[in-house]
């Protein structure tokens, strides 16, 4: 009869068995597996006997909180995983913050002289340069910090969404926002050292909470939406939309556009290079993605890269022209140092008194945005690598993580950058087996080694940088099935939320708009309920929502009444008994964990209350 391995097997017992004949190729594989196996093995035991092992908490490295699943050469693999994911945010960032120009400047009567619009461009080129080193930079440094502040395998970076809002709206194209770019550059710095502030004393956490949940998943797929509309636009993605005479916006991307970028008829989205990013940039890592390839998004920015390189194409990034010959000069240099235009004096302190109400906005929008993104993002990839569990959402060392990335922020100011915030495809490592800071380490090594490559990463075409963030966009976008669409309350303004980014091309109007809308609504239909009697039908399925959220208060006002506590003993027993007893039932109200409160998208206003109230908690 015939085995499983197609060799046939004898009747006969007393016959010797001989085994199945392996090949020399399979046997110098298995032996070259082994080996390798072998010596992995050996590097992870040295290195977890050393201080590095000890330091990072490695198996086997003794330490009383050792992590039992991490080992050096996995979190080498692990880094080196994450920053193939990252790739495309060296390509991507550099032009979107290059569409703000910084100090480029051509405007007022110099707008309609060639010369002027050539000097521009090429001021713009230049910029886009500088960026592609500032990114390459702060990244590597926000990586190293973080890893070795937090243990922690979260690689930061320059954040894709914000960055839009920072350069659209903040500075605005050719500089028309609200703010001047030093100005802009200022608020970045004071938003992180205001995050710092509102980390240590725990009022981030309490300000994140009080805020509807359904408002922050609709923030989220609102700036998805914002990168999907900037990748579809001209200059920093494909170039198929593009503002219209009669009607917002019309096609582009023909071979023949007017002076308006403007298309008619069959010459719409007829350029080569639109249809190289559509199915190379596009199609094909979507069909990655199906795939569940973690590489998608950087091996279509790659692949669009290098079809664009031949010059005699018409797909080509560097055209036989003056400025195509430029960034030809610049990008055949492939390894080389570039120093960027910025220094520590760009920043302007005197902003808020030359533009206060702009000042106020942008720094409170990017704070908003920023706290929201980085809580969710850390939260979900300690909860990952198995650093958070249980109900409490803070995870050990959180406050110190929070801060590191604020920090970062601030930092990133210095060198021109918008703000710093942890990359959710840090879990492209977490799932390759990264439980330490070692992965990050590893991500911000190779973000350095980029530095010195500044000349091909700034050969990237738009048309290569814009599918990439119409693919981030719609990874974001997928949280909208989160929000509550059972209750007009919720849906209506978290649609106005998703809507408005975009169409206002500003993520700060959006969340004014969106939560205007909220506190609108729900202050109405309250009052109408208060005084009629009368509920919506569908009242019931409203998303609870408290200015007193569940969980432990700030420590700051924990702190305030456990001294309000003992300084009251001294007025008498009584009075030292009553304040003990406010104290007890204040921990106990804070403490306690409310499940009903956590799933109160079922649960209508009057059980709430009476779940809340102190005699409902002493009658426990």
């Given amino acids: 009869m015939a085995g499983t391995t197609g060799v046939r097997l004898s009747d006969n017992p007393d016959e010797i068995r001989e085994a199945p004949h392996r090949s020399i190729f399979r046997r110098g594989v298995a032996y070259a597996t082994e080996a390798i196996n072998g010596g992995v093995d050996f590097v992870n035991r040295k290195v977890s006997g050393t201080y590095i092992g000890r330091f990072f908490r490695l198996r086997g490295s003794g330490h009383s909180e050792e992590i039992r699943d991490a080992n050096f050469c996995t979190e080498i693999r692990a880094g080196l995983i994450t920053f193939s994911t990252m790739l495309y945010v060296l390509a991507a960032n550099p032009a979107v913050i290059a569409m703000s120009g910084y100090e480029c400047s051509c405007q007022g009567e110099d707008i309609g002289n060639p010369s002027c619009a050539q000097d521009y461009q090429t001021c713009i080129e230049e910029l886009r340069r500088d960026m592609v080193t500032v990114t390459a930079a702060v990244s590597a440094m926000s990586c190293i910090l973080f890893g070795l502040m937090t243990n922690m395998p979260v690689a930061l970076a320059p954040g894709m969404g914000l960055n839009s809002y920072f350069a659209y709206q903040v500075i605005g194209i050719r500089g028309n926002g609200l703010l001047p770019w030093r100005s802009a550059l200022t608020a970045v710095f004071l938003e992180g050292w205001i995050f710092i502030i509102l980390a240590l004393t725990g009022l981030r956490h309490w300000l994140v909470r009080i805020i509807p949940s359904t408002m922050k998943v609709a923030g989220v797929c609102g700036i ?18 593009t503002s219209g005479n009669v009607v917002p916006i019309s096609l582009a991307a023909c071979s023949n556009p007017d002076e308006h970028s403007q298309c008619s008829g069959a010459s719409a989205i007829a350029s080569p290079k639109l249809w190289l990013g559509i199915l190379r940039g596009g199609i094909l890592p979507t069909v990655l993605m199906g795939f569940n390839n973690k590489y998608s998004i950087g091996i279509g920015v790659l692949f669009v890269t290098l079809m664009s390189i031949p010059r005699s194409t018409s797909v080509t990034f560097f055209p036989y022209d003056s400025a195509g010959q430029n960034k030809w000069d610049y990008f055949s240099n492939m390894v080389g140092v570039r120093k960027p235009r910025f220094d520590l004096g760009q920043l302007r302190f005197d902003s808020f008194r030359q533009h206060p109400g702009n000042f106020i906005v942008a720094l409170l929008t990017m704070l908003y945005v920023d706290m929201i993104d980085c809580t969710a993002t850390l939260q979900g990839l300690a909860r990952y690598s198995y650093r958070l569990q249980g109900p409490d959402p803070d995870f050990p060392g959180s406050t110190i993580a929070y801060c590191t990335n604020a920090f970062c922020i ?15 495809e840090s879990g492209a490592g977490a799932q390759s087996g990264g439980r330490t800071g070692i992965a990050a380490i590893v991500t911000g090594l190779c973000f350095l080694a980029a530095v010195f490559m500044a000349p091909f990463f700034s050969g990237i075409p738009p048309y290569a940088t814009g599918p990439a963030l119409i693919l981030i966009g719609c990874l974001m976008m997928r949280q909208v099935h989160s929000i509550n669409w059972n209750y007009a309350g919720d849906a209506i303004p978290s649609f106005v939320t998703i809507m408005f980014i975009p169409f206002s091309y500003s993520v700060a109007y959006g969340l004014i708009a969106g939560l205007f809308t909220y506190v609108a609504v729900n202050t109405v239909i309250w009052v109408v309920s208060k005084l ?14 408290t200015i007193n959220p569940a969980g432990r208060k700030p420590w700051v006002y924990r702190a305030y009444k456990k001294i309000k506590a003992k300084l009251q003993k001294n007025r008498g027993p009584a009075t030292e008994e009553v304040a003990v007893q406010e104290f007890e039932l204040m921990e106990r109200h804070t403490s306690r964990p409310r499940s009903a409160v956590a799933s109160a998208s079922t649960m209508d206003d009057k059980h709430s209350r009476r779940a809340q109230s102190p005699d409902h908690l002493r009658s426990d």
Avoid: C, R
């Fill in 224 to 241: 998805g939406a914002f990168l999907a509309l900037t990748g579809l636009t001209f200059n920093t993605g494909l170039g198929i939309i």
């Fill in 410 to 424: 601030s930092m990133g100011a210095l060198l021109g950058s918008s703000p710093v915030t942890a990359f959710v």
């Fill in 532 to 545: 009629t009697g009368v509920e919506p039908h569908d009242y019931h399925l409203k998303q609870y929502w």
